[in-house]
Structure formats: C-alpha cells, structure tokens
C-alpha cells in the first residue's frame, strides 16, 4: 500500500525557516514526480512546488519563489521543502503528492495520485 508521511510542521515566527520531509514507501517513487501543495481551511488546495523524478527539474508557484526549494533523496524515498523567510500567509497544511511511475509534476491536483496526511505550519507575526 502506498503510503506519503510528512513531518517538519510547527509554529513559527514571520522570517523563520522550516524543512518539510515526505517519506514514500509502499511503491516506486524513484521515477515518479513528486510535489507539495498547501491549504487552509475553506480555501482550495493551491501549489507550492513540484520536482521531477530526476530532480533536475522543479517548479514553484509564484508565492514560493525565492524561498522554498523542493529536493529529492531518491535512495531515501524522500522529498524535502526547505522554507525559508516565512510569512504568516504560508500558514496552511502542507501535503506531500506524488505521480504514478513516469508521471509529470504538474501544478494542479489531478496529476497525483498519492497523497499524504499533511502537516500544519503556521506562521506567527
């Protein structure tokens, strides 16, 4: 069974870093894209960042430029987000995604079939 664990969420204070891990077991995610996506409570699930299964391509959504990375261990079947310069907008839960075996890190929810649970970060100001 597949199965996406995230970890690394928690309070925090505007400025401060976090890094958020995913790890994937249960099924190859060694060639599969992998993503974060965040949501608050009564608004859509919106992007934060995707990663090819190479990790030689990653995609941010405008909010997250310059701020977050996105990385990959693909030996560990982790996918990390370093998040850095933290605002109290970013509060939100954060889900890990993941594509089927060949799948492309798309920016929109259809494209993954595997989700995590999430993790709450929130950010104080």
């Known amino acids: 069974q597949v199965q996406l664990v995230e970890s690394g969420g928690g309070l925090v204070q505007a400025g401060d870093s976090l890094r958020l891990s995913c790890a994937a077991s249960?099924?190859?995610?060694?060639?599969?894209?992998m993503a974060w996506f965040r949501q608050v409570p009564g608004k859509e699930r919106e992007f934060a960042a995707s990663?090819?299964?190479?990790?030689?391509?990653?995609y941010y959504a405008d909010s997250a430029k310059g701020r977050f990375t996105i990385s990959r261990d693909n030996a560990k079947n982790t996918v990390s987000l370093q998040m850095n310069s933290l605002k109290p907008e970013d509060t939100a839960a954060y889900y890990c995604?993941?594509?089927?075996?060949?799948?492309?890190?798309?920016?929109?929810?259809?494209?993954?079939?595997?989700w995590g649970q999430g993790t709450q970060v929130t950010v104080s100001s």
């Open positions: 995604a993941a594509t089927v075996p060949g799948g492309w890190p798309g920016r929109t929810g259809d494209f993954y079939n595997y």
């Open positions: 990663i090819s299964w190479t990790g030689g391509n990653t």
């Open positions: 249960g099924g190859t995610f060694n060639n599969a894209g």
